[in-house]
């Protein structure tokens, strides 16, 4: 049994450049969740999936960053025309089943810095 | 809405010294859930304990014991006999019926031989 994984696990970029991380979440959990995580800081929400249909989406998610969970498996984050404001850790959780509130299991994260 | 505090930014303890990481936490919900991660030094976070708000009995898991008082909104986290391998940050979460998690700034522990 593997736990969620991330892909790249570092990304370097520069400003203005376009970048996709994915996650592979435990297998058979339908919902998916993606958070970033600052230096000295807890994790923030920024969306969550539950099979395909993206459910919810924080303020924290601009119009240059989008998710998608085709299929309702693997996940991928993209953000567009990178500032160094989003320079972050980002993590990716899943958890099973429907309805009532699961445990989320989180993937190693995808540190990216934007020069 | 909800909010997540850990006042202690940082502690740092001789091994085999007992430690305890405050969390206090606000909700309006009367159905949430509580939870602690541990992140290392590999960046991961590994899931510790889950706590619904209705059930306010303590557990203990080997070195680590955890005290859930709705009285002062606490969630409390105890590791006794502390070793070099607890150090780590240490994050306290809630989550309300909406799924979302959030977390509080979490408390990085040092353990010294």
């Known amino acids: 049994d593997t736990g969620v994984s991330q892909n790249p696990r570092h990304k370097i970029t520069k400003r203005g450049q376009n970048v996709t991380f994915r996650c592979d979440p435990i297998s058979e959990h339908n919902r998916l969740y993606w958070y970033r995580q600052t230096l000295g800081q807890g994790p923030e929400f920024l969306t969550y999936f539950q099979n395909e249909a993206q459910l919810e989406k924080s303020r924290l998610l601009s119009d240059r960053f989008s998710a998608e969970r085709p299929k309702g498996s693997f996940s991928t984050l993209e953000i567009q025309r990178t500032e160094q404001g989003d320079s972050a850790m980002y993590l990716c959780a899943s958890s099973p089943g429907v309805g009532l509130i699961n445990t989320q299991y989180f993937g190693p994260g995808t540190r990216l810095t934007v020069l | 809405a909800q909010k997540v505090t850990q006042a202690q930014t940082e502690i740092s303890v001789v091994e085999k010294e007992d430690v305890t990481l405050d969390c206090v936490y606000e909700?309006?919900?009367?159905?949430?859930?509580l939870f602690w991660y541990k992140q290392p030094p590999s960046g991961e976070l590994v899931f510790l304990i889950r706590?619904?708000?209705?059930?306010?009995q303590n557990e203990i898991s080997g070195r680590y014991s955890w005290n859930f008082q709705k009285s002062t909104s606490s969630f409390n986290f105890t590791i006794t006999a502390s070793q070099v391998v607890d150090s780590a940050v240490y994050f306290c979460a809630l989550s309300e019926a909406n799924n979302d998690m959030r977390f509080g700034a979490g408390t990085r522990l040092t353990v010294k031989p």
């Open positions: 909700t309006r919900d009367t159905t949430y859930y």
């Open positions: 706590r619904n708000s209705f059930d306010e």
